[in-house]
């Protein structure tokens, strides 16, 4: 079925709070989630739609660039394409925006990737997980996110997530080492023997740091350690396996299949945090599904705070791959309202597989006129 049009509705969706990362916050209540969505319509009328919403203090991709990158530089090499061609698709976009260490504005082509494989879902009349032909799991446990500048405000965080539902917790760390320990003791108290807690530095740890910290968390029985140190940094990402019984879990460092492949080379990496959106989409993560899996590697789940098409596609990932560690997708949790018409199937700690075709999400397009951002 060849791809008739694609177009791109950048909107606003409002927050419930924000999430500090160590290089600040993620985004601001006034910025709200900002995300590109790209509607594309097969030649029979078939529909699929996607997402890009970029984080700028994580990866550097704005919602202007996103948009911008989609519709001058995406939307004239697919238009005409075949719909089912999706490494035909990758690869022209490859071609007009060449990759680098990373895939080359994923979270842009993650938009496109998204709605060819939900119109792709919808015309065969399956799921996501079905199309991916593995039915691991039919639900993955949420994990709660931790963003608090001391234990008392931790404390306060993690009950709201219990009071809601939520057994397992990420912890933001990165800034200041005896404030992450306490905010990680806290949490662990509180969490108990039945809730997995794990702390994520988003490179923000000098190797020494680091060390540090993975010999105190450690300690404290952690099993998990995000991102350490800056994706660059190699020698000490393969120092710090060395040093502790932990799975040193690398994010930033994944981007994209080619450093995945470098760092097991170098035999410095034995965890890999999937996002759907860091690698250009579901065609390469489940690539990097594979190949991790293959290799023996830890998954783990993850995202950009995504809004629900995001955030369902990962699900049917997530558990296509059946990922039993908590998965960080953290949109529910943050954003306050979304252009969905009926919501997606969660039951807390669980985030159900949705059984409708393709991603599962039923887009209310009066809610998209609602939310509409002007780029200016
Ligand atoms: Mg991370």
Request: a negative charge; proline letters at 14%; hydrophobic letters at 30%.
């Given at each position: 079925m060849q791809i008739r049009s694609i177009e791109a509705f950048p909107i606003r969706l409002p927050l419930k709070q924000v999430l500090t990362l160590s290089r600040g916050v993620s985004r601001t209540i006034e910025e709200g989630k900002q995300i590109v969505l790209v509607k594309i319509t097969g030649e029979d009328g078939t529909v699929g739609w996607g997402e890009a919403g970029p984080s700028r203090r994580w990866s550097a991709e704005t919602i202007h660039s996103a948009y911008t990158t989609i519709v001058h530089y995406l939307t004239p090499v697919l238009i005409?394409?075949?719909?089912?061609?999706l490494a035909g698709a990758h690869r022209a976009m490859d071609k007009e925006l060449a990759p680098g260490l990373?895939?080359?504005q994923p979270v842009a082509k993650a938009a496109i990737d998204l709605a060819l494989h939900d119109l792709i879902g919808k015309s065969l009349g399956i799921p996501l997980q079905s199309y991916f032909g593995n039915?691991?799991?039919d639900r993955v446990r949420l994990a709660y996110l931790v963003s608090a500048p001391g234990p008392d405000e931790t404390r306060a965080v993690v009950e709201r997530g219990l009071a809601e539902g939520y057994r397992d917790f990420k912890v933001k760390v990165g800034s200041n080492l005896e404030t992450d320990i306490a905010n990680l003791e806290v949490t662990m108290e509180l969490a108990g023997e039945g809730g997995k807690v794990w702390p994520d530095a988003n490179q923000g740890y000098t190797l020494a740091e680091a060390l540090r910290a993975a010999r105190a968390f450690d300690a404290m029985g952690v099993e998990i350690f995000e991102q350490?140190?800056?994706?660059?940094d190699i020698y000490g990402m393969k120092k710090l396996l060395s040093a502790t019984s932990m799975t040193i879990a690398l994010d930033e460092a994944t981007m994209g299949l080619p450093f995945v492949i470098e760092l097991l080379r170098r035999e410095a990496i034995e965890g890999v945090v999937i996002k759907v959106n860091k690698c250009g989409g579901l065609y390469y993560a489940r690539q990097l599904c594979d190949l991790a899996k293959n290799a023996g590697m830890v998954l783990i789940g993850s995202g950009l705070m995504d809004a629900p098409i995001g955030f369902a596609a990962s699900v049917h990932l997530f558990a296509a791959y059946g990922i039993t560690f908590p998965v960080d997708l953290n949109g529910p949790q943050h954003i306050?309202?979304?252009?969905?018409?009926e919501p997606l199937p969660i039951e807390l700690p669980y985030a159900m597989v949705p059984?409708?075709?393709?991603?599962?999400c039923v887009i209310d397009e009066d809610k998209v006129a609602r939310y509409r951002l002007d780029l200016g």
């Open positions: 005409g394409r075949d719909a089912f061609d990373d895939p080359g039915k691991s799991a350490p140190v800056p994706m660059n306050a309202e979304n252009y969905l018409a059984d409708a075709p393709g991603h599962g």
